[in-house]
């Protein structure tokens, strides 16, 4: 099941400069996105989340673009920082359909941050 | 902040055995969840529950699996025949009518 790919499985980059995490679909039924941080042994911490009606998604340091026509989407950090250093997550969801809220997600990318 | 809370932290148990995993979801969300994540992959959604019944489960959700709300507050995942494949992460999930939603902490399970 390859519905989110997610096809960094890394990035490195230095503090104060922008993280770029990107994140493809395939399902055209999604129609929600969401970004999770996960630090090793908790449970994944939502970011940030984008519908299918924006191509926008702003909050803090951390800004979330959607493209549908290319079925892309990717979470930018500035400035970043140390401690976001940790693996991050794309997740879809079709609010739509008879999936109940289920989340899809990618495979994640560890984003480490240097000082 | 409210929180999901999950217990064991982490459970070790011989193949074969049964375990029940333990979640007390918000207590004002109405659907709640379980995933996994084997170590090194992705995370996997196992089932969701809502109205007090299944309401999806995926293909790894088969017979050995359940799950439960006992009394309106805790939320239990139980593998009656546990397998070395069972070993990984369990996370419960629950989200309110908005989306949002909330993972636990997981329950790290190894089977040997």
């Known amino acids: 099941d390859q519905q989110v790919k997610q096809n960094s499985p890394s990035l490195s980059v230095q503090e104060g400069r922008i993280s770029i995490l990107n994140c493809d679909y395939t399902?055209?039924?999604?129609?929600?996105f969401l970004w999770y941080k996960k630090y090793p042994a908790e449970g994944p911490t939502f970011l940030i989340s984008?519908?299918?009606?924006?191509d926008k998604n702003e909050d803090g340091r951390f800004t979330v673009f959607l493209n549908k026509s290319a079925k892309h989407l990717s979470l930018h950090i500035v400035p970043s920082q140390p401690g976001d250093s940790a693996v991050y997550f794309c997740?879809?969801?079709?609010?739509?359909?008879?999936?109940?809220?289920?989340?899809?997600f990618g495979q994640g990318t560890i984003l480490t941050v240097h000082p | 902040e409210p929180e999901v809370t999950q217990t064991p932290s982490h459970q070790v148990t011989q193949m074969g055995q049964e375990v029940i995993l333990r979640c007390v979801p918000i207590?004002?969300?109405?659907?709640f969840y379980w995933y996994r994540q084997i170590l090194g992959q992705k995370v996997e959604f196992l089932v969701s529950?809502?109205?007090?019944?299944?309401?999806?489960k995926s293909e790894i959700f088969d017979d050995q699996f359940s799950v439960e709300r006992p009394d309106g507050s805790n939320f239990t995942l139980k593998i009656r025949s546990t397998k070395l494949e069972d070993s990984a992460m369990y996370f419960c999930?629950?989200?309110?009518?908005?989306?949002?939603?909330?993972f636990g902490s997981g329950t790290r399970l190894t089977v040997v």
């Open positions: 529950f809502y109205n007090n019944e299944i309401s999806e």
């Open positions: 997740a879809a969801s079709d609010r739509r359909g008879t999936s109940y809220g289920k989340l899809t």
């Open positions: 999930a629950s989200r309110d009518r908005a989306y949002g939603y909330t």
């Open positions: 399902n055209s039924m999604f129609d929600y």
């Open positions: 984008i519908s299918s009606i924006k």
């Open positions: 207590s004002n969300h109405l659907y």
